[in-house]
T-cell receptor, first 112, second 109 residues
Framework: NAGVTQTPKFRVLKTGQSMTLLCAQD?????MYWYRQDPGMGLRLIHY???????AKGEVPDGYNVSRLKKQNFLLGLESAAPSQTSVYFC???????????FGPGTRLTVL | SQQGEEDPQALSIQEGENATMNCSYK?????LQWYRQNSGRGLVHLIL?????REKHSGRLRVTLDTSKKSSSLLITASRAADTASYFC?????????FGAGTTVTVRA
């Protein structure tokens, strides 16, 4: 089992460019999450999904969109990147809401 | 907003010593979880304690939860160099986990 994988590992964007981060899990988990981690802060929830075809906003959803077309994949999109979106992005999944979450290795994004 | 706050922010100990870190939170919770993050890596789940539990053990880890004080502690006994990492508490309430800013633990050989 690969667990939770994220693509790409690193990316540099210019302001205004768009990109999609891909998260995949092979544990048949219902719940999937996107977080961002900034220096000196804990993880902040961007969006989450409680099942295929569903998405919901977390704490910091502005500037991001998500889609969950397949149970195993959760995509995070930046339509027009801004320097404030420079961060490390983590995807996670869990069997159910209150359960432990399994994290991917992260994507380091820099927006110039 | 951060629900949990860890204390201390950083901790440096000698190999073989115990490490204790604390977490305080603000609202009622369903459960509290502790995670470890090695530098440049994703978070790894360590232990989950439910709101009706007071203490839990897992190997060299001991977690306590005091819901009346809205606080938790994580004890790592007989620390090893491999325990060097950041440790985060996360409270589950409603639909989401809320993470603190973490405690950075350095174990000196």
């Amino acid at each position: 089992n690969a667990g939770v994988t994220q693509t790409p590992k690193f990316r540099v964007l210019k302001t205004g460019q768009s990109m999609t981060l891909l998260c995949a899990q092979d544990m048949n988990h219902e719940y999937m999450y996107w977080y961002r981690q900034d220096p000196g802060m804990g993880l902040r929830l961007i969006h989450y999904s409680v099942g295929e075809g569903t998405t919901a906003k977390g704490e910091v959803p502005d500037g991001y969109n998500v889609s969950r077309l397949k149970k195993q994949n959760f995509l995070l999109g930046l339509e027009s990147a801004a320097p404030s979106q420079t961060s490390v992005y983590f995807c996670a999944s869990s069997l159910a809401g209150p359960n432990e979450q399994f994290f991917g290795p992260g994507t380091r994004l820099t927006v110039l | 907003s951060q629900q949990g706050e860890e204390d201390p922010q950083a901790l440096s100990i000698q190999e073989g010593e115990n490490a204790t870190m604390n977490c305080s939170y603000k609202t009622s919770i369903n459960n509290l979880q502790w995670y470890r993050q090695n530098s440049g890596r994703g978070l790894v789940h360590l232990i989950l304690i439910r709101s009706n539990e007071r203490e839990k053990h897992s190997g060299r880890l001991r977690v306590t939860l005091d819901t009346s004080k809205k606080s938790s502690s994580l004890l790592i006994t007989a620390s090893r160099a491999a325990d060097t990492a950041s440790y985060f508490c996360a409270t589950f309430n409603d639909y989401k986990l809320s993470f603190g800013a973490g405690t950075t633990v350095t174990v000196r050989a």
